[in-house]
């Protein structure tokens, strides 16, 4: 345990912090299931989600990378949806 009130201090803001980037990124992987079960306006849907998580990265709470990765895979599901559609 910490001695000094800084340290406490320190590990309040840390606890506090951890717990605000839990419930970004969990309502961010809410929304990604929404749009992979739910295909209806995928587009404006992939839109939205891109921009959050774009501030996701603004904020620190995920790397630019894994950033890249979670749209490059929206990317494709909405090409993937679009040509189930052109083919029906």
Do not use: C, G, P, W
Request: no cysteine.
């Amino acid at each position: 345990m910490a001695n000094t009130k800084s340290a406490l201090k320190r590990i309040k803001q840390n606890n506090l912090k951890r717990l605000q980037k839990k419930v970004y990124f969990k309502y961010t992987r809410t929304l990604i299931k929404n749009l992979k079960s739910n295909k209806k306006d995928i587009k404006n849907k992939r839109n939205k989600l891109s921009s959050i998580i774009d501030r996701l990265v603004n904020k620190k709470i995920i790397h630019k990378n894994k950033s890249n990765r979670l749209k490059s895979k929206l990317l494709k599901t909405l090409i993937l949806e679009i040509k189930k559609k052109i083919i029906i």
